[in-house]
């Protein structure tokens, strides 16, 4: 498996913004290593600086009054719904926190130099129903919580650098769209594009590739060019794609008048010879560079990444990767985590999918909303496939249809998505309305996107009114044995398999059975209300599914419910969690998480559990059980063996005709962990993995003693090596999790610990929120100390814009305090962006300057930055030494240049380039 290192990190970043500045205009050969012309596109992430008013202001976008109200300072991604309170009379989907109306409100500068250009404004996702002002000027609204959107604000802007643009956002999160927590904010990104009149659209490519095979592949490239101008203009569009190490493998050109305020969808095709195939080890992407030209000037550039992969389903065989059986290993997660809610920065999208990838799961379902961009990227970088979910209610036509246009056009480039679901568990499943509104919504899919199959997420038969006809693959929430009527019912039908699978609730750390209880009526309820089960049921659901999914070639595999636990849906207060995950909410892994390592990995494992501190019941039988991947394992207590046992056999394969006669160990619902009855003694337990009889690994549990100290560690080096974890970068966006874990004076855990811990950093970071995994925890998430549940506890800490020292100290009442040091790094340069400022006169030799602004990834400026800058100029003008070239060393990111005018008015372009970096250019008209 390819490791995700710092530098793919970085590449995920850049690749994903779509900023293509160039570097000076050269020649390029094929087979050389490319670098795109630079043009008047520049993206720039819009996160950090705003300010934010809780609650709804009458008229709030015609007065100036609102300004002495307490606006609060904030920086994007944010939410303010997991702030609290909690409270038992709100909704128990949402966690029982509060879903309100709120305002945002930002100061953008334009700089001179973007006078003649367009300016959009795109929302990676807001949740919900926002509408947008600028300048006090009505832009729009959108509903759609999930969806991303973008703005044309060209004509409500104002140019100059002393020239502030009010952005105004109000928005109502008040009208819940799923049965889940989902939080109330500009939860995503925020980014302003600004391009040439004429102009790829945002969006607008799509990149496919409809014949693979060992020796050659073709690409098609559907690409629309707005034109903007009131005149026609004759522009060609270059593609050029290039390999993993920027290698030119190919390239199409296509030429095209586009008449004035109108657009045109190219059409090209190019050949790449001996494809690289993208898969789950060697998730391998190529990149299209796009120029679109003007009269031989380039005016715009994109940049798309993709890879070539095949996808099939069978009716009788499953899921094929290139060609390849693959079973898919799934899970379904939302898109919160502790102390954050849904305000996710990046490195948590990579966390996530990182720890699963590290289980063995290959398949990742976005229940049930389409999925984050950034989440996608890094599917796409680490090999993990996607399922891809629009809506989940399936309304009407009329809200069903722009979502899937939207997000098929959002998503389609991306190798790692193989479904698009167009609904999870609707009431109209299996009725005529239905069926009428998935046959057009699969209609539309196919005419966006030919190359992918359509789903949905079954909970009722769907075998009524056309209903499983209306999709391309049929998939079932927890029903086999729906799937397995259908299967015989309907054998053309493709079976995904189980969406959903095993939703049993259990508390990470915790192996007997909880009730919590509704104080109305002060009675216990079943599993959606008042119920948790214990750790072992959690773990017997999750085998159980899991062997039958195994036993169905026909089905192409699962997902289970959950991967990662997730606010809200605890269904009775106090929980604010249901608490299925195989991570809890901070990621910390609950022991079927392991079911899953010892399923799906190679390298040797065990596992064991539960704890062995069981204080007061000496000699009673404690349940032990064990994962592993070996061939047998062998239990000690106390250095005294308790018995050898051989691994489990595997399922019989499913028939039709059914299985009564097959040997009980090969059921369905034999157990697949290890099991024994030990009676409790304080001491060890450990348990060997042999494989060939050898010991092959080990572990050992110990009888923790007496609390003692805090021991501090990054959370994901519990998945991946130190080493392979992504630097930190110092940027004000960045994050590390620290895992806080109460131990004795040994070093083991204490299983039952529940210290408050108080967590201060000193340097170079700031705690954005803490948590401890606990689902029935009403503590506050945006705080700097947390009880610990079970032993643990976690600080999210972030990064300033200064590089440096984050020094984290972790203190408890009557425990020695915990102490580590994390450094973050400089963000990389990544490109040049070129602003033009005010024009000074004088009545001989008019001068003008420019600034070259050396910018990261986000399109924010490196404040360390030393680059030598190469500025040229193109028109009447020249520099101060009267060259056309000029070489200046940026101080602080930033580099000036000064020039005069040959004529008294003119127009002239300054491209700036620094090595290694993306180039950017501007025009300015000098009167």
Known sequence: MKIFCAFDLCCCLFFSLGIILGTLDFTFAKGSKYFPPASDRVKMNIDLDWKFLRGDVSGEEETHQVNELPWQKVNLPHEWSIEGPYLQQQNTTQGFMPQEIGWYRKQIYLPQGYEDRKIFIIFDGVYRSSDVWMNYAYLGHHESGYTSFIIDMTDYVRIGNRTPNGLRVRVDARRHEEDMYEGCG????????????????????????????????????????????????????????????????????????????????????????????????????????????????????????????????????????????????????????????????????????????????????????????????????????????????????????????????????????????????????????????????????????????????????????????????????????????????????????????????????????????????????????????NMYELCTRVEQYWRRIKAREYMAGGCLWSGIDAWGEGNVWPLVSRGDGALDLCFFPKDAYYYFVSQ????????????????????????????SNCEQVELFLNGRSRGSLAHHAEPAAWRPEGNNDIAPEKSETAPEHFAWKVPYEPGSLRVVGMRDGRVRCQTEIHTAGKPDRIELTRMMAQYVPEDQIPPLVADGRDIVVIKAAVVDELGNLVPDADHLIRFDIAGEGQIIGVGNGDIASHEANK?????????????????????????????????????????????????????????????????????????????????????????????????????????????????????????????????????????????????
């Open 186 to 533: 500009i939860y995503r990104h925020v980014w302003l594009l600004i391009t040439n009149k004429l102009h790829i659209k945002y969006w607008g490519t799509f990149v496919s590739t409809p014949h693979i095979s060992d020796s050659n592949a073709s690409v098609s490239i559907k690409t629309r060019v707005m034109n903007e101008y009131p005149v026609a203009k004759t522009c060609k569009l270059t593609s050029r794609i290039v390999d993993a190490q920027g290698i030119i493998v190919a390239e199409a050109v296509s030429q095209r008048v586009i008449p004035g305020e109108s657009e045109f969808e190219f059409t090209q095709s190019a050949e790449i010879k001996q494809p690289h195939l993208w898969n789950l080890d060697d998730p391998y992407l190529y990149r299209i560079f796009q120029t679109l030209e003007d009269q031989e000037a380039v005016v715009d550039s994109d940049e798309i990444s993709f890879g070539i992969r095949t996808i099939q389903f069978d009716a009788n065989k499953g899921f094929f990767l290139n060609g390849k059986h693959v079973k898919l290993k799934g899970f379904n997660a939302h898109y919160d985590f502790a102390g954050l809610g849904t305000a996710l920065p990046d490195r948590i999208h990579w966390n996530a999918m990182m720890a699963m990838k590290q289980a063995g799961f290959n398949f990742y379902r976005s229940s049930h909303n389409p999925a984050t961009p950034e989440r996608l990227d890094v599917c796409d970088r680490i090999g993990m496939l996607v399922w891809d979910e629009i809506e989940r209610k399936l309304e009407s036509p009329e809200i069903e249809l722009p979502l899937v246009e939207e997000t098929i056009t959002q998503h389609r480039n991306h190798p790692s998505i193989i479904l698009w679901s167009l609904e999870n568990e609707s009431p109209l499943e299996g009725t005529t309305f239905g069926t009428r509104i998935l046959k057009a919504a699969t209609e539309l899919a196919h005419k966006l996107d030919p190359t992918r199959p359509t789903t949905f997420a079954a909970s009722m038969p769907v075998d009524k009114k056309g209903y499983g006809d209306a999709v391309d693959v049929v998939s079932y929430n927890y029903h086999w044995e729906r799937s397995d009527k259908d299967h015989l019912a309907n054998p053309h039908w493709k079976i995904g398999g189980l969406s959903e699978y095993s939703a049993a609730r259990a508390r990470r750390g915790v192996y007997g059975i909880e009730h919590f209880r509704r104080a109305e009526n002060d009675s216990y309820f079943d599993l959606y209300n008042g119920m948790v089960q």
């Open 600 to 627: 799906w990995t190679e390298a040797p494992m065990v596992h064991l559990f539960p704890h062995w501190n069981w204080e007061g019941r000496e000699g009673e039988q404690i349940d032990v059980w064990c994962y």
């Open 783 to 927: 705080a700097s100390s947390r009880k610990a549940y079970n032993g643990l506890a976690a600080a999210i800490i972030q990064t300033t814009p200064m590089p440096g020292n984050i020094q984290v100290k972790a203190d408890a009442s009557g425990l020695k305090s915990g102490k580590m040091t994390i450094q973050s790094f400089a963000p990389k340069p990544a490109q040049v962006v070129v602003v033009g400022k005010r024009t000074t006169h004088s009545d001989k030799e008019p001068t003008s300057s420019v600034t070259a602004e050396i910018r990261d990834a986000f399109g924010t400026v490196v404040p360390f930055a030393e680059n030598s800058v190469t500025f040229e100029i193109k028109g009447a003008a020249s520099f101060s030494d009267g060259n056309k070239v000029l070489v200046v060393k940026a101080s602080a990111g930033i580099a000036s240049a000064e020039f005069k005018s040959l004529e008294q008015a003119y127009q002239v372009t300054v491209v700036a380039h620094s090595e290694g970096l993306f180039s950017g250019k501007v025009t300015l008209l000098v009167k």
